[in-house]
């Protein structure tokens, strides 16, 4: 028996999936050898896991080095790089429940038919509402305030757009399907389609069905997925790797030049 929290993926999906990834894997592969090409090859091999623990937690996760310029920047990018990664990483992990665990595991037990559900739905609204509020700010800041130090180019645009597809429409299919199942004592953890829920109520809008929305949350997904290589949100995924690596770099220099100070105060 297969087993899945609301949607059970389908052999087109399957397919389309891997055609996405290897879309994207071979974006990746074609960027890192251009970028290869062009980079210096490190002065110091000697790779600092304290440094790169260090900037892993201060400069990629929390991305402090932003809040120094602009607290609003800090806020957005924060948002939209935890939101999205975070969801990446749950739909990554219901994906591996759902395909590759077999059905009567504990693992699929709790996290299906237990708390763990939970659990996902919780993380899942955290992640999804994180990435709506970061998107909501870059929308103002670029096209609303029209902020000067930006410059807004059609990959800006096109970014910023596919993502907020994503967010919208896996929040009405949520609240579409809170709708439909009304009164369940679980609605509560998927708070903020439950917010959409109650507005769509308000306005009249019946529920209609989910799947559709589903699908469209899905197939805008994996578009974006396949082009990430390609566009704008590669940054997402090339930031990190080159703020770790200028991390280990400044921290190889840094021991280099004190062991060259020690040498010379000892000639």
């Known amino acids: 028996m297969k087993h899945y929290l609301y ?26 050898s251009l970028w290869r090409k ?22 990629v996760i929390l991305q402090l080095q932003i809040i120094k310029f602009s607290f609003i920047r800090w806020v957005m990018h924060f948002c939209i790089f935890i939101g999205f990664m975070g969801l990446f990483a749950l739909t990554a992990w219901e994906a591996f429940l759902a395909d590759i665990m077999p059905a009567d595991s504990e693992l699929v037990r709790i996290f299906f038919n237990n708390g763990g559900k939970l659990i996902l739905d919780v993380w899942g609204e955290v992640f999804g509402t ?5 998107l909501i700010i870059a929308f103002i800041r670029r096209y609303v305030v029209k902020s000067a130090q930006l410059d807004t180019i059609l990959k800006d645009t096109v970014s910023l757009t596919l993502l907020l597809i994503i ?53 805008v997904a994996l578009f974006l997925i396949a082009i990430i290589p390609f566009g704008k949100m590669w940054h997402a995924f090339a930031s990190p790797i080159e703020i770790l690596l200028d991390a280990s770099e400044k921290q190889g220099r840094h021991e280099s030049d004190a062991s060259a100070q020690y040498s010379l105060s000892r000639s």
């Open 7 to 32: 949607f059970e993926a389908t052999f087109t999906l399957y397919m389309l999936t891997v055609i996405t990834f290897i879309f994207f894997f071979g974006g990746v592969f074609v960027t890192l």
């Open 38 to 59: 062009g980079k210096a090859k490190s002065l110091y091999h000697k790779v600092s896991v304290v440094a790169l623990v260090k900037a892993f937690i201060v400069n």
């Open 130 to 134: 994180m990435l709506l509020i970061g």
């Open 167 to 219: 967010s919208l429409s896996g929040f009405i299919a949520e609240a579409f399907r809170l709708m439909a199942s009304s009164g369940s004592p679980d609605a509560i953890y998927s708070f903020t389609g439950l917010l959409f829920a109650k507005l769509f109520a308000a306005l009249g809008i019946p529920a209609l069905n989910y799947r559709l929305f589903v699908w469209i949350h899905g197939l």
